[in-house]
């Protein structure tokens, strides 16, 4: 069974900092990977999406993710946060042509962003 | 877009009441929906895999009896949490698939409900 692994379980942050939390994971096939964001008080909401191509995947607000099939990796960056990306973000997997599109979730990320 | 509704968000009850919950994917037909639960700061756990017209298929340790999914339509999934106890108590959250070619369906996510069993 897959397992996804997010290191960081609490990031503070100034406003425009640069922003790179890690998402590892273990598959040994072809693997979808997302990063969805959880605001407070929200719901989980797609960030972005990798299933193939170009591994360096842009989303929405500024952030990118880049997959590392060597590293097994997919983190996610952004080159500079605002106080609004204070939030909760999970990595998660699935396996590529997954009928079933189970997801496997990380432990998440809670980012904190001073104003 | 592709939003996905949930009702209640919230509920409290008694234990050993019943709940159920409702899950629509609003503007969108969904081949599969999932269910979720969430405990405070820790991850979301799947519970269940929903297909329209079939019966569900439930991760393990997940009590199919007490977590009862009923998948009516390719809008709508209702997870009933019967004879609810005080550690039901929890997020459920439930997904819906979009489909949009093999292998590359993603999941939308509803709003959750907060479960509170007294």
């Known amino acids: 069974a897959q397992s996804v692994s997010q290191h960081n379980h609490h990031v503070i942050l100034s406003e425009a900092a640069s922003l790179e939390l890690g998402c590892n994971y273990s598959?040994?096939?072809?693997?979808?990977l997302f990063w969805y964001v959880q605001y407070p008080g929200q719901h989980l909401q797609l960030l972005l999406k990798?299933?193939?191509?170009?591994?360096l995947v842009k989303g929405i607000k500024g952030f990118e993710a880049e997959f590392i099939k060597s590293k097994f990796s997919f983190n996610l960056r952004k080159p500079s946060v605002q106080w609004s990306d204070t939030a909760e973000y999970f990595c998660a997997v699935n396996p590529a042509g997954n009928a079933g599109n189970m997801l496997t979730f990380g432990g998440g990320t809670r980012l904190m962003v001073k104003p | 877009g592709a939003v996905v509704s949930q009702h209640p968000s919230w509920v409290i009850c008694k234990s050993g009441t019943s709940v159920k919950i409702e899950c629509r994917s609003l503007d969108f037909q969904a081949t599969t929906m999932f269910w979720y639960r969430q405990f405070p700061k820790q991850s979301l756990m799947l519970m269940a895999t929903?297909?329209?017209?079939?019966?569900?298929?439930?991760e393990q340790g997940v009590e199919k009896d007490k977590f009862l999914i009923n998948h009516a339509s390719l809008t709508l999934s209702t997870l009933t949490v019967t004879s609810a106890h005080p550690e039901d108590s929890s997020f459920y959250i439930c997904s819906a698939t979009r489909l949009a070619g093999e292998g590359r369906e993603t999941q939308y996510f509803g709003p959750g409900t907060r479960l509170l069993v007294l």
């Open positions: 990798y299933f193939s191509g170009d591994p």
């Open positions: 598959y040994g096939g072809t693997v979808n």
């Open positions: 929903s297909n329209e017209g079939s019966k569900a298929t439930y």
